[in-house]
């Protein structure tokens, strides 16, 4: 597979062990070692060396980090050494997260109650975005790389694709947005909206900070553009626009189906054994909120804490591990752990 291009800029060279550690990293590399090491104190240069490898190695990486804090800086320090390629910061999004439960002696169900900071979601998305779109991408990620996300597949199978000239239904450009979570905001323009003003459709992708004019003549695509998002001025003219699904959870109608399907069999086993053991008021609960669940699912195409049903909504057999943000990776890249 051809290389990607890193370009890297620093304003300085890489001087005393540097350049040897940068030699006998990429070469481990091209010989296929699976795992190196490099040792260095704090301050000793070793992202700078890294950044040389990466750009020397020319595939896309994934820098593990064991804190929010130490991505932050890694983040920082790398965007500045390949300010023109995709460097991309990948964390939790939940500034408080209180997961949901349940006490059966006083029939309590405390919901689960979540604080989701928006702008690192926007930093998730625009992660999984970049690495569909190319290959000169680095993530800094912490141990969230690990945690369940979307299928990849079905993620970029739902992206919609609008070209210059395309010959398409203004209703049908609407639909598809709605199916990938967009939802129509025609007073407040915010991130994973769009607006419709007569022929003219303005999406705010959920991954960016700028927004996509689309202006139709008719049923044809006259015009695209990339706009901003405050004052509405065009900053650029697009042949091509590509919008990616505002969430990672999507899925077709096809497999929402076959997953309600399946999620229905599991609970009547799951109330089946709560009622041969008297738990009557968890088996209540348990009914009740599954059933609500898919009736939002079936209704508007997801549910608070969709994660939940991930495996139904995948295929995947019990005890079979959930798709990641390595599976957004292609088979060849490269993973940098940072353990100071």
Same mark, same amino acid.
């Given at each position: 597979?051809?290389? %990607?291009?890193?370009?890297?800029?620093?304003?300085?060279?890489?001087?005393? !062990?540097q350049p040897k550690a940068i030699a006998e990293l990429s070469r481990g590399l091209?010989?296929?070692?699976?795992?190196?090491?490099?040792?260095?104190?704090?301050? =000793?240069?070793k992202t700078m060396t890294m950044a040389n490898v990466i750009k020397h190695h020319?595939?896309?990486?994934?820098?593990?980090?064991?804190?929010?804090?130490?991505?932050?800086?890694?983040?920082?320090?790398?965007?500045?050494?390949?300010?023109?390629? #995709?460097?991309?910061?990948?964390?939790?999004?939940?500034?408080?997260?209180?997961?949901?439960?349940?006490?059966?002696?006083?029939?309590?169900?405390?919901?689960?109650?979540?604080?989701?900071?928006?702008?690192?979601?926007?930093?998730?998305?625009?992660?999984?975005?970049?690495?569909?779109?190319?290959?000169?991408?680095?993530?800094?990620?912490?141990?969230?790389?690990?945690?369940?996300?979307?299928?990849?597949?079905?993620?970029?199978?739902?992206?919609?694709?609008?070209?210059?000239?395309?010959?398409?239904?203004? !209703?049908?450009?609407?639909?598809?947005?709605?199916?990938?979570?967009? =939802?129509?905001?025609?007073?407040?323009?915010?991130?994973?909206?769009?607006?419709?003003?007569?022929?003219?459709?303005?999406?705010?992708? #959920?991954?960016?900070?700028?927004?996509?004019?689309?202006?139709?003549?008719?049923?044809?695509?006259?015009?695209?553009?990339?706009?901003?998002?405050?004052?509405?001025?065009?900053? #650029? =003219?697009? !042949?091509?626009?590509?919008?990616?699904?505002?969430?990672?959870?999507?899925?077709?109608?096809?497999?929402?189906?076959?997953?309600?399907?399946?999620?229905?069999?599991?609970?009547?086993?799951?109330?089946?054994?709560?009622?041969?053991?008297?738990?009557?008021?968890?088996?209540?609960?348990?009914?009740?909120?599954?059933?609500?669940?898919?009736?939002?699912?079936?209704?508007?195409?997801?549910? %608070?804490?969709?994660?939940?049903?991930?495996?139904?909504?995948?295929?995947? %057999?019990?005890?079979?591990?959930?798709?990641?943000?390595?599976?957004?990776?292609?088979?060849?890249?490269?993973?940098?752990?940072?353990?100071?």
């Open positions: 597979m051809p290389s %990607a291009a890193f370009d890297l800029q620093a304003p300085f060279q890489p001087a005393g !062990d091209e010989q296929g070692e699976r795992f190196q090491t490099l040792l260095g104190v704090t301050g =000793s240069g020319g595939r896309p990486t994934l820098v593990l980090s064991h804190n929010k804090t130490l991505a932050a800086q890694l983040y920082g320090e790398l965007k500045s050494f390949l300010p023109h390629n #995709a460097v991309e910061y990948f964390i939790s999004y939940y500034d408080y997260y209180q997961p949901e439960a349940y006490v059966p002696s006083t029939d309590t169900y405390i919901e689960k109650d979540a604080s989701i900071n928006e702008d690192i979601d926007r930093l998730r998305l625009r992660a999984t975005s970049s690495l569909m779109e190319r290959d000169d991408v680095v993530i800094v990620a912490t141990v969230s790389a690990i945690y369940g996300l979307g299928d990849p597949v079905q993620y970029k199978e739902q992206m919609v694709t609008l070209t210059k000239g395309q010959r398409i239904v203004r !209703d049908e450009i609407l639909r598809s947005l709605v199916k990938i979570q967009y =939802s129509r905001n025609d007073v407040a323009f915010e991130r994973g909206t769009f607006r419709v003003r007569g022929d003219t459709v303005e999406i705010f992708p #959920a991954y960016e900070e700028q927004g996509v004019r689309v202006e139709m003549w008719g049923d044809e695509v006259e015009r695209i553009s990339k706009i901003n998002v405050l004052t509405g001025e065009t900053i #650029a =003219s697009l !042949d091509r626009a590509a919008v990616y699904p505002a969430k990672h959870f999507v899925t077709q109608r096809p497999t929402l189906e076959r997953a309600v399907t399946l999620i229905r069999a599991e609970l009547q086993e799951r109330l089946t054994l709560l009622r041969e053991q008297a738990k009557l008021l968890e088996a209540q609960r348990l009914e009740s909120r599954t059933n609500f669940d898919i009736e939002m699912m079936l209704e508007i195409g997801t549910c %608070a804490g969709i994660e939940n049903y991930s495996r139904h909504l995948s295929g995947r %057999a019990a005890g079979e591990r959930p798709a990641c943000l390595f599976d957004y990776f292609p088979e060849d890249f490269l993973v940098v752990v940072d353990e100071s």
